[in-house]
């Protein structure tokens, strides 16, 4: 038995589904999960020995790799000092200062520890601001596994085939509505029926959580006008795409400017971090400046601070975000030219270095298009992609992630593989 195995059986025996977080678990694609013993740059080994090109990048966080120097030696540096104190500190003034640079429509911003947290967190506040309580959002976006928001909330619940999960009181399902991403007349309707409601409309601006899915034409303006015209707030979740898709986020990419913004993965530099931000006088209703309450023991945490901070100046400095296009669009021509040669029907979205490889013949562009795609197909790809040395997201319905350690070699060597496992 392998180590990876033995492990997977000590772990069901105390961990439920011998994982803390369900994606983890290979559910989706069968087989059991490795368990990762280190990375380095673009590459992780598992605790057998074995080697892979990593795509999962902790699911969105590592934009340099695994164990970048800056966030190492910034992390050093607080072990020196201390690793918690709950009282203000210099660097999440620093960070703050630089958030709210990065991204103009962040006028002020509060840390917090996930992107859950950021969300529910967001919402709470859009509902206390308005003094609204209905909530717009996706089928298909995952916005973390907040109550409200748990609800059509793609890729780790779609895996899993619950449409929503027991435990979120239906009363508070009932105050979310879903609508289909990319379709306006449904998103037009649903404002005029009852926009003197909705606290807010939250999307991420670049769909991830159902694979990836950008956003077409102009959807994303239209969303910015009928929430302003309804006096609704409106939410980008930018906890994937935030200094990933474009140093400004999603935001930047398209132009638009939501009234609040939630952040997390790349803001951490692999730590736990989330953040939340927008306009300083809606911010300004946060305790202890206003009355919607929330709080965090360890937010703020001086590690997480300060491996986010060293991620953002590194951003700041290289901008590499011309390079990661680069390498994305090289995987991209190259994993459509496998399928061509090999006679599989696939369609590659893609935003820069984010990436999904959908077995369909049809254009993905919202989840029920996803849903037409041949998942027993990718979970054949998958598993030959891993047996060939290449990690990919262990699901039809998640994006993938290239970061700045992948070399030009990484992705042609990846391209290769794909050849073999869409032959088979
Ligand atoms: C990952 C993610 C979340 C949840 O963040 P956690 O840190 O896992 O709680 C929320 N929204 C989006 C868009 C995400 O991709």
């Known amino acids: 038995m392998s180590k990876s195995e033995q492990l997977f059986n000590r772990a069901q025996q105390v961990i439920p589904g011998g994982v803390n977080s369900p994606v983890r678990a290979f559910r989706a694609v069968g087989g059991k999960p490795v368990f990762i013993e280190r990375g380095d740059g673009s590459r992780v080994w598992d605790v057998d020995g074995k080697e892979y090109i990593d795509y999962i990048g902790s699911w969105g966080p590592l934009i340099f790799g695994h164990r ?19 009282a203000p500190t210099e660097r999440e003034v620093e960070i703050a200062e630089l958030i709210t640079k990065l991204i103009p429509s962040v006028e ?66 009932e105050l979310t509505t879903v609508l289909p991403f990319n379709d306006p007349s449904a998103l037009i309707q649903e404002f ?12 991420e601006p670049i769909v991830g959580n159902m694979g990836c899915v950008p956003p077409r034409g102009d959807f994303l303006s239209i969303l910015r006008d009928v929430t302003k015209s309804s006096g609704a707030l409106l939410i980008f979740d930018e906890v994937m795409t935030g200094f990933r898709v474009a140093l400004g986020g999603a935001q930047e990419k398209y132009g638009i400017r939501p009234d609040l913004t939630t952040m997390g993965k790349v803001i951490g530099g692999g730590l736990p971090v989330g953040a939340y931000g927008g306009r300083a006088d809606i911010m300004d209703r946060i305790a202890p400046a206003g009355p919607v309450y929330q709080a965090g023991t360890l937010s703020g945490n001086p590690l997480a601070v300060a491996a986010g901070l060293a991620s953002l100046r590194r951003l700041q400095k290289e901008n590499p975000f011309g390079r990661l296009e680069s390498l994305g669009a090289r995987l991209e021509r190259g994993l459509i030219a496998a399928a061509a040669k090999a006679g599989v029907q696939i369609r590659v979205n893609r935003a820069g270095s984010m990436f999904t490889v959908f077995f369909t013949d049809r254009d993905v562009f919202d989840f029920d298009s996803a849903k037409t ?11 030959i992609m891993l047996d060939q040395g290449i990690y990919m997201p262990p699901s039809q319905f998640e994006a993938a992630f290239i ?5 030009e070699t990484d992705i042609d060597r990846t391209i290769d593989a794909a050849g073999k496992a869409l032959k088979a």
């Not at 005029?192 to 999307?203: K, P, Y």
């Not at 998942?375 to 054949?380: A, G, H, I, V």
């Not at 970061?403 to 070399?407: L, Y």
């Open 68 to 86: 970048p120097p800056e966030i190492i030696q910034a992390l050093s540096q607080v072990l020196e000092i201390g690793t918690s104190f709950g």
């Open 403 to 407: 970061s700045t350690a992948h070399t």
């Open 108 to 173: 002020k911003v509060r840390l917090v520890n996930s992107g859950t947290e950021a969300t529910l967190s967001a919402i709470r506040l859009a509902r206390g601001f308005t003094g609204r309580e209905r909530i717009v959002k996706f089928d298909g976006c995952y916005h973390g596994h907040g109550d409200s928001l748990l609800v059509k909330a793609g890729s780790g619940v779609a895996t899993l085939g619950l449409p929503d999960s027991p435990g979120v009181p239906a009363s508070l399902a």
């Open 192 to 203: 005029e029926a009852r926009g003197r409601e909705i606290a807010c409309l939250i999307t």
């Open 373 to 383: 795609c041949d998942t027993q197909r990718f979970n054949r790809f998958f598993h």
